[in-house]
Each structure stands twice: as structure tokens, then as C-alpha cells.
């Protein structure tokens, strides 16, 4: 036994070391599979562990919390709570996020009573000069991550936009390490003071008496408590909280997972063609007596072994590659999910095993095709000289590959499971899985179809390609694979663009745009800032916006209640309709227009009737259509200006759009527009083109990490292409032995190793093109839509695409070469006496 | 035809082996020779130096009056292509072209049109005796067959050298005869001058002359 | 006066801050105290507390002390803020039961701002509440409901003996200038009876205790590092109150005391008529602090030696209200023989009390 397990050892050595090259190639594509998904995985992990470390801050150690909408609502629910036998303390919060007066973003400012806080949100309590810092109206106590990214520290100030006016908050303290995320702390009294909260609470935390049943207390209180207020355990909140940004976490890690999924097909590839050049060195150990299964095994233990190099590097590499990610582009990678996130990488076991497992899963299962390729293989025959060849040239069954299809396309037809688009993702991997393993045919089919060319190294190429389909196949694999999803998401990405800049036009229909504040709950514009602003000589017409969060279901994220002036007779002038609209009837309620996403995750369609919870109760409307809107992923409801003042007297707004008389200058009008109100100099004032590049240009960023790992997938799909060529010239070169014999200049054998990887690229381009298509409609109509609910047009980047595919072509070609010409070097021409 | 004068030839190593030292031998058109010797004496080293596939240390190579040895290898490959056919002894029919297309690649070569090469091929193919598998593919073909095809091949453009290396080293006795014959068939009718390095001394004998390779030269006559 | 350490240093509320609103608390001047309004709240006066301790017995025989008390302060800040949550008014509780079988003390507390009718001290009568906690005066009878961490007790104390006006009719002198002063008066010999709940088991207890009800605007001068007070239930029916104020090197800046006898008549103190005489010093394993827990205390003719309940009586308060001191129950004997009951108050041991 042992000297058997020695004299394998001699045989993986001697092949691994005759392969290195390509060796190094596999180990690499699995290194950069895992190291992908593990440095998407480390970074999300931490944006999601520091966003529930900043919760769990503000939750502390209650055992209920109650959150309302951002406007808040009565604080008797704090006296009627406390009052509750079962409630051992109730600690109330007034939450707001406060636009920064000094610097442009915004401060988590919690409201806390100190006393009610301490025992249940410890991290909270300040540590000030002396103990009133904590009660001051003027004090304010930051996180750590708070003090550095304002760089401020004791004794310095924070000014914050309440209205257009700033208030300065002295910096009293910094909060224990123990308070994460970036938040400020001051008294509660102080914050509904300044921030026009009085008489209202956004959040209140429950310590129970020891004893008392949670669960039962929650559902009493959902039956009391107000429209639009609920109540949970912290953990649900976690689940609301990270709820938004999960479809983009979890298909990010898909996204990743590709990468590694190429990196098998390389595996695979790389195997394959190594398996088939030691055909006969394994047909001479089966004949000394090694089963079949042995064989098998050992051979699978080697694509292990790959896979374990590669995915130990790629541990080590996903680590370097995210903290290098976190440190210049954040933990959203530049999507903005986790504003106000500092995040850590913290390194869990699971994860790092997990993926070291899907790295050398990958290897193995690459592997284990053309193992068992090899322990089927009669050794009498693998024995013979030539045979090698015949072991590509084998056209397998394509039902299997075609029952995948089918099983992909009706994947694609169900529907989300959790909000995840997991069959989407079966779909495609269905699709992809499928169409390689009848790409033999179809390679076989499209070199038949194919034109002979006239010089003899093109002739013969093709000759040898269509002689061979199953070898340009395994070429081929890791070539389609990259390429259709490159494809895909080139396609996605494209019409989404096109599908943002389209819907761009729509929603920015004004002159100009003046905003105090669209995410904070401090900056807005008072009534009487509005009237002076639309007296301001130039402007012909404003239309104020007022955005509100109200909660519709306390296991998701807010939703934007958004006011504007809206025409019910025809929305579609101040919305972006998508569909039919809905005019309200004289006994209908109120009309609202709600985003894709609410007609999604909440079934509102046009007609139907809802309630929305504003100002503590449950108001009728009618759904009066639904509308596109890219800004919002957690959904909006528009609703018009005069019914939400009706209803809240809530008559500020957050942004005004100027419609301009006909001769007024943009320039002119702007400068008027800050100097007619007081605080007018904190007043973002922007065009409709400077809005629109903004945002495409945040939606580029959002999408630079995607153009990444694409390139990573079609990278791999390169090395792959690379791999198998090289191996394959060097299972062929007594084939250019004998070319070289009968005149064949090296010219001319570089020219045919050329034009084979023309062939095979532009096969496997073609087929790539065809199948990326078809999965970018997955990923836009079922992926994207599961996932995000944002409906879109499909756009086709063709001159895209075009140049894609030349440059492509081109680097496949030019890589076909090299590794022919490498391949060459060695002495081919005494390859034709070298009979094994 | 083909002139040899005083080739010398080593490989470099730890120990440097020379192989083949101060060879002459001088080839008039039609000659066949067959040349044996012990394994490592160097004969497939001849060959390859006549071929041009590889360079000799010292002395010059003459095909029809031309130095093979001052020829760049562009120049050498078009001269192997135009003048020199060679048959294998692992017979190395391309296995992904068919019989006929495996016979016309040396015409596709040297841009022999299609009409005349078909025409040729066909002609080859018929006296090789493979006359209707012009269509089949290698791997439907038995060893003796794949080596007729590969004598078709050596000799579908009249090459002015023919050279053999062991072409019957895969066959069994009785193919290897036939083979042997239809190769001394072939060459004779094509009037080329060719080299036949063998083991075998029945091999040897179907050649015009017998020279036997020795670490000290070239030798007349056949020695066991 | 009364102290509280606890007090002092939650939050350091007693501090006159600088940087507080700008608050006009009334002074302190001598006035004839009327009730029931001045035994509820003054909120305009920066801090008051009612304080309670006593001694009380199951019926097994076992001794515990008891203190509770509950403490206002007005920090001057958020005098005209709109927010119901204004920090304007603030309440403290305090309770602590000493258990010579347990040899420590159970103690916990309660820090609030007023409002919400959760926590509010009545200007009518004693009504003071800090959510679940509660003293109030229930026609003649004091009624306390706390329930702590380890411990509750819901007692009932009832008077025996007139109300004793402190100092000048009520008004109380705490140092050499005339403002440091407070509205003070005493009802001691409370019969207590009620429960108490020590181990999981509420047990009757009755016993005697001692309420003090305080309020100033001023604290102590800067120079006082802490005090030593003691206030006395006496066997014969006479009831007596001491303290002292320790300046930075342990001298006496001020001192005063209040004697009323079984019959009725009040003989109160000059400063130097008292005088504390540490006899037996108790070091805590805890923090290290050294407390003298037994003294001879003189006041005029009267001389008595303090013995404590127990040695370990220390409150360690530095998690929540940042101070550590000693109060305990302790006995005053004469002769060998116990001639009264009371607590003893040991503040500034541990640092200077920050005022």
C-alpha cells in the first residue's frame, strides 16, 4: 500500500510539475473565485454586523420596541406603556436625521432620557464634564465613528439645519466603544425642542418585568397601538433594517459566486485536457491494477488539491481585497445601502470555511468529469498511441443538457422566495450548465455551418476543430460561461441605464431644483420660506415636495410618504406613470400614486383601495396608479400636497422644482432664490442636467463593483481559454511534428493555432451573445424585478457589445497564440519519434 | 542529388555526445539506401539533418546542389515541402482529416489547385491501393492501411528525397512487407532518391544498397 | 441638612454648575414652617429629600435597618423648554436594607425627571413617587412602597410624637454663612409596621424609625470634604440629631445638633457643643475606603457611644450615582447599656464629596 500511495505521489507530482503552468492557472482562478465571494462576503458581513452593532446600540438590551413613523407619533403611548403592569421601564427616543449645517451629509441624533436609557441602552449614556452635560438642551455626546468623521472631539461643536437654521450642539463627550454606527446622543427634551418634535416619540424601548411574557405583550399591544406604529422584538428590526439591502448583498454574492464557478469550469478544462495527455500513463496504472475507483478518486483528489491551494490563497486574497474595498469604497461598495456604517472586517470561521469549500468543491466537481472520463477509458485502447484524440471526439447524449434547459426556462417563470430571487438564479444556472454540456453540438454544428477557407493553416484548423468538438468544447466552457454573463449583466446594466436616464426626463420636467434636505428629518422649508421663494422675480410656477417615512409593515423598511401638488386627471404630467391610471371619483377616497415596488411587496394595484397610517391614523386611498421611481428601493407613496397638509398641517417642504418665465436667466434666478430667504445659502440648488449626472453618476458607481467581478469572470474565462490551449498544443504537437515535416512553416502552425482560436472564440462568443441575452432578460424581468422591483426596459448595447465581442475575439485569438507559441517551443519536431 | 560531406554532429549535455562524425555519403537520383545501426547511433539524427529539422555542428548538406545548412528555416520548411516526403513509423495520419484530405495536405501546401490535386490524390490513393477510402476517416483504417496512407502522402507532390524512419516498426511481418514493397514501388515510380532507416533487415533488403552507421562513419553492407 | 452622598454625585446634581441656565432659587431665611403644605414638595428650592430610616424586627427576632428616601433637585436647566420631557425637576429614590445575617447591604435606587404623573412630588402633602417607588402621607401614616433588585418592602410608619423643627423653628444653619442653610424638621419615633421581603419571603416587621424632610438652594461651603451625621431614636422617647461638617483635613467647619427629651423640651446645639470621636475604624475589602463606624459622640452633656448594627454598611455607587460612602444602622449605648437606635451617615472617606 504504501508503495503505492508513493508511487502516485510520483505520478500527481510528475504531472502536477509537467502542468505547471497551467496548474498555476487553475490554482489562480479558484484563488480569484473565492477570494471574490469571500471579500463580498466579509464586506457585507460587516455592513450588516456593524448596522445591527449600531441597532443594537440603540436598542440596548430591550426585550420590545415600539417604532413609529419618522414624524413620530403622541408620547402618552409612552405614559400608557409605562403604565403597563408587565413593562418593568419603558426608555423613549426621538430619533431624527439631522442635516449638518457646516459640511454637506447628515447625523443620526437620538433623543434619549437619560434615566430611562441607562439601564436598558448603556452604550447611549455620556460620560460629560459633569452629569447635566446629559441633560442639557445644548449638548450633544457622539460616537466614536460619530467624532471621527465630523472631527470634532469635547468641547467642540456640531451644527446641525433645523429649517434653514443652524443650531450649534456642543460637543460634550464621545460615547463608549460600545456605541457603534455613526449616531449622536442628546436629551430627549432637547431634541423635541429642537427638531419641532414636542409631543412626539419615534421609538420607545421595553424592559420587561422579570417573568412576563414577551410574546403575549407584543400581540396585546399591536391590537392598541396606532396605525403606522409597531411593535417588535430588536431582532425583527435587525431583519427590517438589513431587509432593504439584502436582494443587493445576496445577489452581489452570486455575482461573486460566478467567478468561482468559472474558476471550476477552468478546473474543469485544465483537468480534462491534463487527464487526456497522461491517458495512456493512467490506462498503464490501471493495467498494473489501480480499480477504477482508485483511479477516479485520485484523480478527483488532485482537482482537491488545486482547489485547496486556490482556495486558501483566495482566503488570504479575499481578506487583502476587502479590506481594501472597505477602506476606499465603503461597505455598500458605493451602492449607499449603508450610509453611516463604519464597518470591521471580523473574520467568522464559518464563512472562511464555507468558502474555502465552494473553492475546492469547485475544483472537485471540475475534476470529476474527465476523472471519470479516464477510469472509464478501456486501457487496452487508451493504451495506443492517437488516443487521446478520441477522447474528446465522443458526442455525449444532449438530453440531459436540453432537460436543463427546460428546466431553467420554467424556472424563471416562479416566483421570489423570501423576496429572493432564487429561481431566477436556478434559471441561469440551469441555462448556463446546459448549454456547455451541449455545447459539443452545437460547437459541431456551427463549424459545419461554418465556410473552409482557402489558405491550408485556416483549412485546417477548422478541420481539426470540427474533427474534434469535444475538445474545442472544453475550451469552450469557461469561454461561453464568462461570456454569456458578461453579456447578461452588460445587457442589464445597459438597460437599466437607459431605463434610469429615460425615467431621468420624466421625473426632473422643471427648470430648477431646490432642495433643503430629501433624507433628513431637520432641513425643510417653512411655508413662508415657499411663498418668498415663488415670489422671486423669474419664476413662473413652484411645486413644492414634501417627503414623510411612514411604516406599513414593522418586518420592512419605511416606506417615503411623499406630498407634491398632482393633477389626479392626468398624473402622468408629474409622474412617471408606468401603466394604466385610475381617475378618483367624487365619493372616492384621496388618491394616491404608489412606485413599482409598494405595487410589488404590497399588491397596491391601480383601483384598489388602501390605508396609509399618517398622523396616527388610518387613512382611506385610492390608488390611483403606479409610477417608476429608482430613488426610493423601499417604495413611495405620492400623494397630493393638499391632503397631506389637511391631514398632518405638516405645510413645510423638502424640495421646491421652479418652472422659469421665458426670460429669466438659470443663473439669475438661483442667486435670487438663496438671497429671498433666510438660511437660503443651505440650499442645494441644482439644473435638471446637473441632477441627472449626479445620479448617473452614482448609479455608475453603484455599478462599478459588478463591472468588476464581471471582468473577473470573463478574466478567468480568458485563462481558461489560455489553459486549455496550451494543453491542448501540447497534447498535439507530434500533430505539428508531422505539419512541421511536411512543410509547414512555424508561420503557417501559428497562423492555424490563430485561426482555432478565432473559431473556437467566435463560437464560443456567439454562443455566449445568444445565451447572455437570454439570461439578461432573467435578470432583468425576474432577477432585478424579485429583487429590487424596479421594472425596466430591455436595451440592447449593440456597438456595446460589438466592440466587446471584437475585443474579445481579439484577446481570445491573441491568447490561442501565445499559448501555441509557448506550446511550440519545445521540439515538436521530435515529438513525431516520441511514441509515448 | 543529395551530398553529405564530412557532417559532424553533437549534442551537448553534461558530457557532450557526439553522434555522428565526419559522414559522407553522396545520393544520385533514384538511389535508395537503407541505413541501420545500433539504437543511438544516431540514424534518426541523420535523417533529421537531411530534412533540415535540425542543424549539423560542422560540414555541409547538399540537396540538388543546394547548402540545406545555410538555409534559414522559412526556407528550409518550403524546401522540405517542395522536395522531401517522409513516412513515419507511428504512421501520423492527421486522425481529424479524412484519407483523401490527409494525401492532399503536402498539394494543399505547395497551393497545387484543387482540380489537379484531387486528381492527384486520387491517382496516389490508387496506388496505395486505398483507391475507394479517399472518404473514410484514419480512425476506420488498420496500421497497415494508415501507413499506405501515409506513403500516398510522402509521395503525392513527387518529392525529390523520400525519407523513412522505421515505417514498418508498428506493423506486423506480413503487412510490413506488402508496405515495404509499395514503398520501393512508390519511389522507384517516382524516381526520387530516398533513405530508409531500419532495424530490420528485411527491411533493409528491399533498399538498393545497404549502409550500416557506426560511431566511426558510414559503412557498407549490412552488419547484425 | 442631610447629606446623601448619593445624591451628591448622581450626575453631581447638587453642583451649583456653571454652566446651568442662569436660575433664581429662592433663598433660605427663617420662616415659621406650615403643614400639611411643607411637607410636600418645593420645587422652586434647588434640592430636597425625604429621608427615612429606621430599625425594624421580624418575628423571629431578627434586626434589620431600613433606609429609604427620595430626593428632588431642580438642575436649572430646561426652565422653559415646550417638552414634557424637560429636565426641569428631577427625582431620586433610595432605599437600603441592612441584614446582620447577610452582613452587607441590599440596596437600590431610582433616577427620573419629573412628569408624565410616572413621577411627581406633590406641593399638597408628602406624595412622592418615582414610578413604582413611592412614600406618601396617607392621613397621619407614611407610607413606602419599593420594590428593589434583591429586596421590597411596603411599610407604614406612624407618628407618636409632635413634629421637631429643626435649627431656628425649621431653619437649619449648615455653615458659617447665614445661606448655607435649609428648611429641616424631623418626625422621629415612627412606629413601623409593614413588610419586608429580604429573601423571597415577605416577612411583618415592626420597629421605629426617623423621617427627615429637607430643602435649600444653597450646599456647602467649598472647603468641606464630608460630614458625619447621626440621627437617634432614644429608648426613653427623647430624640437625638447630630452632625458634623469635615473640612479638607478632617477638621470640624461646622457642626450642630437638636436634643428633645421624653417630656417635650428641645435643647438645640451650638457647633461647639457636638463632637464626634471616632472609636473603631472598618476598612471595606471592597474599595479599601477606611470608615470610623463607632464613635463617642458628645452633644452638650450627653455623651453616647456609636456602635454600629454591622461593620459593613458601605454603599459602593460608583456604577451608578459615582460615590462611595457608609450608612448604617447603628445603636447608642451608655454605660453598657443601649440608650437608643438610629443611623449613622459617613460621607468624603472615599474622595472629597464633589459639591
Keep these: 500500500m504504501r508503495s503505492h500511495v508513493t508511487s502516485w505521489g510520483a505520478v500527481t507530482g510528475g504531472a502536477f510539475r509537467a502542468n505547471a503552468g497551467r496548474l498555476a492557472l487553475s490554482v489562480a482562478a479558484i484563488a480569484l473565485g473565492v477570494a471574490l465571494g469571500y471579500a463580498v462576503q466579509l464586506i457585507n458581513q460587516a455592513a450588516v454586523n456593524e448596522l445591527s452593532a449600531g441597532l443594537a446600540t440603540v436598542a440596548g438590551d430591550a426585550d420590545l420596541e415600539i417604532r413609529g413613523p419618522r414624524a413620530g407619533f403622541d408620547e402618552q403611548l409612552f405614559v400608557q406603556l409605562a403604565g403597563e403592569s408587565e413593562v418593568a421601564l419603558a426608555s423613549p427616543v426621538v430619533e431624527v436625521d439631522a442635516k449638518l449645517a457646516r459640511e454637506s451629509g447628515e447625523l443620526r441624533i437620538l433623543g434619549i432620557d437619560v434615566f430611562r436609557a441607562g439601564p436598558i441602552q448603556p452604550g447611549l449614556i455620556g460620560e460629560g464634564e459633569d452629569g447635566l452635560d446629559t441633560l442639557r438642551p445644548d449638548t450633544i455626546f457622539l460616537s466614536t465613528s460619530a467624532a471621527e468623521a465630523l472631527r470634532v472631539r469635547r468641547g467642540d461643536t456640531v451644527d446641525v439645519l433645523v429649517g434653514l437654521s443652524p443650531v450649534e450642539l456642543r460637543v460634550a463627550g464621545v460615547l463608549s466603544a460600545q456605541a457603534t454606527g455613526r449616531l449622536a446622543v442628546m436629551d430627549i427634551a432637547a431634541a423635541q425642542d429642537r427638531f419641532g418634535r414636542t409631543g412626539r416619540l419615534t421609538r420607545i424601548d421595553l424592559r420587561l418585568r422579570p417573568g412576563a411574557d414577551a410574546d403575549a405583550l407584543k400581540q396585546r399591544l399591536r391590537a392598541t397601538l396606532p396605525p403606522g406604529v409597531a411593535v417588535e422584538k430588536p431582532q425583527a428590526s435587525l431583519r427590517a433594517a438589513t431587509s432593504l439591502s439584502r436582494a443587493y448583498r445576496v445577489n452581489l454574492n452570486v455575482l461573486a459566486l460566478v467567478a468561482l464557478f468559472t474558476g471550476g469550469l477552468l478546473v474543469f478544462s485544465t483537468q480534462a485536457l491534463a487527464i487526456v495527455r497522461r491517458r495512456t500513463q493512467l490506462a498503464l496504472l490501471r493495467v498494473l491494477g489501480m480499480t477504477r475507483r482508485d483511479l477516479a478518486r485520485k484523480l478527483v483528489a488532485e482537482g482537491a488539491i488545486v482547489g485547496a491551494a486556490g482556495a486558501a490563497l483566495g482566503l488570504a486574497a479575499g481578506y487583502a481585497l476587502a479590506a481594501v474595498a472597505v477602506r476606499f469604497f465603503g461597505s455598500d461598495l458605493g451602492a449607499g445601502y449603508f450610509r453611516g456604517v463604519e464597518p470591521r472586517l471580523g473574520v467568522e470561521p464559518w464563512a472562511a470555511f464555507l468558502f474555502f469549500a465552494l473553492g475546492v468543491g469547485a475544483a472537485v466537481l471540475g475534476s470529476l468529469a474527465p476523472a471519470l472520463e479516464a477510469a472509464r477509458a478501456q486501457p487496452g485502447s487508451a493504451l495506443k498511441a492517437g488516443d487521446e484524440q478520441r477522447a474528446l471526439e465522443r458526442l455525449r447524449t444532449p438530453w440531459p443538457g436540453i432537460a436543463l434547459w427546460l428546466a431553467g426556462l420554467g424556472a424563471s417563470f416562479l416566483p421570489p422566495v423570501r423576496g429572493l430571487p432564487v429561481f431566477g438564479y436556478v434559471a441561469i444556472a440551469c441555462l448556463l450548465v446546459g448549454t456547455i454540456m451541449l455545447m459539443p453540438r452545437v460547437a459541431h454544428a456551427l463549424l459545419r455551418a461554418a465556410p473552409r477557407p482557402r489558405a491550408v493553416p485556416g483549412a485546417l484548423a477548422l478541420d481539426q476543430l470540427r474533427g474534434a468538438p469535444g475538445q474545442a468544447s472544453v475550451s469552450l466552457a469557461a469561454v461561453v460561461a464568462s461570456v454569456s454573463l458578461m453579456v447578461s449583466m452588460a445587457i442589464m446594466v445597459a438597460s437599466f441605464r437607459q431605463s434610469v436616464d429615460d425615467w431621468l426626463d420624466r421625473v426632473l420636467p422643471a427648470d430648477l431644483y431646490v432642495r433643503a434636505s430629501m433624507s433628513t428629518d431637520t432641513a425643510y422649508l417653512s411655508p413662508a420660506d415657499l411663498d418668498r421663494l415663488a415670489a422671486v422675480p423669474g419664476v413662473r410656477r413652484i411645486e413644492p415636495l414634501r417627503a414623510q417615512q411612514i411604516l406599513l409593515d414593522p418586518d420592512r423598511a419605511s416606506v417615503a410618504l411623499l406630498a407634491k401638488p398632482v393633477d389626479a386627471t392626468d398624473p402622468t404630467k408629474q409622474l412617471p406613470i408606468v401603466g394604466t391610471f385610475v381617475v378618483p371619483g367624487s365619493d372616492d377616497p384621496p388618491p394616491a400614486w404608489v412606485t413599482e415596488p409598494m405595487a410589488d411587496i404590497y399588491g397596491f394595484t391601480p383601483g384598489s383601495r388602501i390605508e396609509l397610517p399618517i398622523a396616527g391614523r388610518r387613512v382611506p386611498f385610492l390608488v390611483a396608479g403606479v409610477w417608476r421611481d429608482y430613488a426610493r428601493q423601499q417604495g413611495a407613496v405620492m400623494i397630493g400636497r393638499d391632503t397631506l397638509v389637511s391631514l398632518t398641517g405638516d405645510a413645510n417642504a423638502n424640495a421646491v422644482a421652479f418652472w422659469l418665465a421665458p426670460d429669466a436667466t438659470l443663473d439669475a434666478v438661483s442667486r435670487a432664490l438663496v438671497a429671498a430667504i433666510p438660511g437660503g445659502g443651505h440650499l442645494e440648488v441644482a439644473t435638471p442636467g446637473e441632477i441627472r449626472d449626479v445620479s448617473l453618476t452614482v448609479f455608475d458607481r453603484t455599478f462599478a463593483v459588478t463591472y468588476a467581478l464581471e471582468a473577473a469572470a470573463v478574466l478567468i474565462g480568458l485563462f481558461g481559454l489560455s489553459s486549455s490551449f496550451g494543453a491542448l498544443v501540447l497534447a498535439r504537437r507530434r500533430e505539428f511534428g508531422v505539419l512541421r515535416h511536411l512543410g509547414m512553416t512555424r508561420r503557417q502552425v501559428g497562423a492555424m493555432l490563430a485561426a482555432e482560436g478565432f473559431a473556437v472564440s467566435a463560437v464560443g462568443l456567439a454562443v455566449g451573445l445568444a445565451i447572455g441575452w437570454l439570461i439578461s432578460l432573467i435578470l432583468i424581468y425576474v432577477v432585478n424585478r424579485q429583487s429590487f422591483h424596479w421594472g425596466m426596459e430591455l436595451h440592447v448595447p449593440w456597438i456595446g457589445l460589438g466592440i466587446l465581442g471584437a475585443a474579445l475575439l481579439a484577446l481570445a485569438t491573441l491568447t490561442a497564440l501565445v499559448s501555441g507559441r509557448r506550446a511550440m517551443s519545445v521540439d515538436v519536431v521530435r515529438a513525431v519519434k516520441d511514441d509515448w | ?224 | 441638612m442631610k447629606r446623601r452622598a448619593f445624591l451628591a454625585a448622581p450626575l453631581a446634581l447638587l453642583a451649583p454648575e456653571l454652566r446651568a441656565e442662569p436660575v433664581a432659587y429662592p433663598l433660605v431665611e427663617p420662616r415659621a414652617l406650615a403643614f400639611p403644605r411643607d411637607h410636600g414638595s418645593h420645587p422652586e428650592y434647588r434640592t430636597e429629600w425625604w429621608y427615612l430610616t429606621g430599625w425594624v424586627r421580624d418575628a423571629a427576632g431578627n434586626d434589620f435597618g431600613v433606609q429609604v428616601t427620595f430626593f428632588r433637585n431642580r438642575p436649572g436647566l430646561a426652565e422653559s423648554s415646550a417638552s414634557a420631557f424637560a429636565p426641569r425637576q428631577l427625582l431620586f429614590a433610595h432605599a437600603a436594607v441592612a441584614d446582620p445575617r447577610h452582613q452587607r447591604l441590599r440596596h437600590d435606587q431610582r433616577a427620573r425627571r419629573a412628569g408624565f404623573g410616572l413621577v411627581t412630588a406633590s406641593e399638597a402633602t408628602t406624595d412622592v413617587r418615582v414610578d413604582d417607588w413611592s412614600l406618601r402621607l396617607d392621613g397621619e401614616v407614611y407610607r413606602a412602597d419599593v420594590t428593589g433588585r434583591d429586596f421590597a418592602l411596603k411599610l407604614a410608619f406612624k407618628p407618636t410624637q409632635p413634629i421637631l423643627l429643626q435649627g431656628d423653628r425649621g431653619y437649619s444653619r449648615k455653615g458659617p454663612d447665614r445661606a448655607q442653610a435649609s428648611f429641616y424638621y424631623t418626625r422621629p419615633h415612627l412606629a413601623v409596621t409593614g413588610t419586608l421581603d429580604v429573601d423571597g419571603t415577605a416577612r411583618s416587621v415592626t420597629g421605629s424609625a426617623w423621617l427627615d424632610h429637607e430643602w435649600s438652594s444653597e450646599v456647602l461651603s467649598r472647603d468641606a470634604q464630608g460630614w458625619d451625621w447621626v440621627g437617634l431614636n432614644l429608648a426613653d422617647g427623647g430624640a437625638l440629631m447630630a452632625f458634623r461638617i469635615r473640612g479638607k483635613s478632617g477638621e470640624t467647619v461646622w457642626a450642630g445638633g437638636t436634643l428633645r427629651d421624653a417630656a417635650g423640651s428641645v435643647r438645640t446645639f451650638p457647633p461647639d457643643d457636638i463632637e464626634f470621636a471616632p472609636t473603631r475604624r472598618w476598612r471595606s475589602s471592597r474599595t479599601g475606603v477606611e470608615y470610623p463606624t463607632a464613635f463617642r459622640l458628645r452633644a452638650g452633656a450627653l455623651s453616647l457611644s456609636i456602635e454600629p448594627l454591622m461593620d459593613d454598611q458601605e454603599l459602593d455607587s460608583r456604577a451608578s450615582v459615582g460615590t462611595v460612602y457608609w450608612e448604617g444602622a447603628v445603636r447608642a449605648i451608655a454605660d453598657g447599656r443601649e440608650m437608643g437606635r438610629g443611623y449613622l451617615e459617613l460621607t468624603g472617606y472615599w474622595r472629597p464629596l464633589k459639591l
Design chain 2, 1 to 224: 542529388m543529395l551530398s553529405l560531406r564530412d557532417v559532424t554532429k553533437a549534442y551537448a549535455g553534461p558530457r557532450t555526445r557526439t553522434v555522428l562524425s565526419g559522414i559522407r555519403l553522396e545520393l544520385a537520383r533514384g538511389d535508395y539506401i537503407a541505413v541501420m545501426g545500433e539504437s543511438g547511433v544516431g540514424k534518426s539524427t541523420l535523417l533529421n539533418l537531411v530534412a533540415g529539422l535540425d542543424r549539423p555542428d560542422a560540414g555541409e548538406i547538399l540537396v540538388d546542389g543546394v547548402d540545406v545548412t545555410r538555409l534559414d528555416d522559412d526556407a528550409l520548411t518550403v524546401l522540405r515541402r517542395a522536395r522531401m516526403g517522409f513516412v513515419f513509423q507511428a504512421f501520423h495520419v492527421l486522425p481529424y482529416l479524412a484519407v483523401g484530405q490527409n494525401v492532399a495536405l503536402p498539394l494543399a501546401l505547395l497551393g497545387v489547385p484543387g482540380r489537379d490535386a484531387d486528381a492527384r490524390v486520387a491517382e496516389m490513393l490508387a496506388a496505395v491501393g486505398l483507391a475507394d477510402r479517399g472518404a473514410s476517416m484514419p480512425r476506420e483504417l488498420s496500421g497497415g492501411e494508415l501507413q499506405r496512407v501515409a506513403i500516398a502522402r510522402a509521395l503525392v507532390h513527387r518529392p525529390a528525397v523520400v525519407l523513412a524512419d522505421e515505417p514498418t516498426g508498428n506493423l506486423d511481418p506480413e503487412s510490413a512487407a506488402q508496405i515495404l514493397a509499395l514503398l520501393r514501388e512508390r519511389i522507384k515510380a517516382s524516381d526520387a532518391t530516398a533513405i530508409l532507416v531500419t532495424h530490420s533487415h528485411a527491411a533493409a533488403g528491399t533498399a538498393d544498397r545497404i549502409l550500416t552507421l557506426t560511431r566511426s562513419g558510414l559503412r557498407d553492407g549490412a552488419h547484425a
